[in-house]
């Protein structure tokens, strides 16, 4: 069974901190998303990374992926209280049909 | 928007019943996948259909089934509720053929079995 472990789980900071929250596993994926979910709705896809040591930047997020391509993070830079939600990464292997899901951080930005 | 619909938004029943939860895909994916979240339990694939076939089976229990039709919507059908099954069901579209690839999810059904 694949993995994916999100760290911190639970992250509460003020409104201009900086913040990276990362995605680990043993297994490689031929691509990697991360998502955004706010309470009550459907993820929302925010970016894919798929080349061993890509960096991909969105605005004020940066995500990269592990040059192994086991591994991710995903940095935000002056956290806004817009950001608050829940962060899911999810990998593809490449061979099921299937996403596999991180276990989640929960993000929760105050003024 | 993510172009992929959910109904309805909420269902409350008991226990022993039978429930139908429909999804449409986002114009021209052929893949639609079916997730389970409740909150100890994070974001659980259950099932995936590609142009009306079943591609690929996760944690779905064998009073759970689904279909794809020809127009590409899916039903998810839920028999024989238990309270456990409470949860948000979550419908996800990809136009990718044969791997799952980036994943559009609809807005999901609160299902509360009472």
């Known amino acids: 069974t694949q993995l994916l472990e999100q760290s911190p789980q639970f992250l509460s900071i003020q409104e201009g901190e900086n913040l990276t929250v990362y995605c680990n596993s043993s297994?490689?994926?031929?691509?990697l998303q991360w998502y955004r979910q706010e309470p009550g709705e459907g993820p929302v896809l925010l970016v894919t990374?798929?080349?061993?040591?890509e960096v991909k930047k969105l605005k004020r997020l940066t995500f990269q992926f592990g040059d192994a391509r086991k591994d991710s993070s995903l940095h935000i830079t002056a956290a806004q209280t817009g950001d608050t939600g829940l962060y899911l990464c999810?990998?593809?292997?490449?061979?099921?049909?299937?996403?596999?899901f991180g276990t989640g951080t929960r993000l929760q930005v105050t003024l | 928007d993510s172009g992929v619909t959910q109904t309805p938004k909420h269902l409350i029943t008991a226990t022993g019943q039978r429930v139908t939860l429909r999804c449409s895909p986002r114009?021209?994916?052929?893949?639609v996948y079916w997730y389970q979240q409740s909150l100890d339990q994070g974001l659980q694939f259950l099932i995936q259909?590609?142009?009306?076939?079943?591609?690929a089976k996760g944690n779905i229990l064998e009073r759970f089934s689904a279909q794809q039709f020809p127009d590409l919507h899916s039903e998810l059908n839920l028999s024989s509720l238990e309270l456990g099954d409470s949860a948000l069901y979550f419908c996800?579209?990809?136009?990718?053929?044969?791997?799952?690839?980036?994943?559009?999810f609809g807005p999901g059904t609160r299902l509360t079995v009472t």
């Open positions: 996800a579209s990809s136009p990718r053929t044969g791997q799952s690839g980036e994943q559009y």
């Open positions: 297994s490689v994926f031929s691509s």
């Open positions: 990374v798929v080349t061993g040591g």
């Open positions: 999810a990998g593809d292997t490449g061979t099921a049909s299937k996403l596999t």
């Open positions: 114009s021209g994916d052929l893949s």
């Open positions: 259909y590609y142009n009306g076939e079943e591609r």
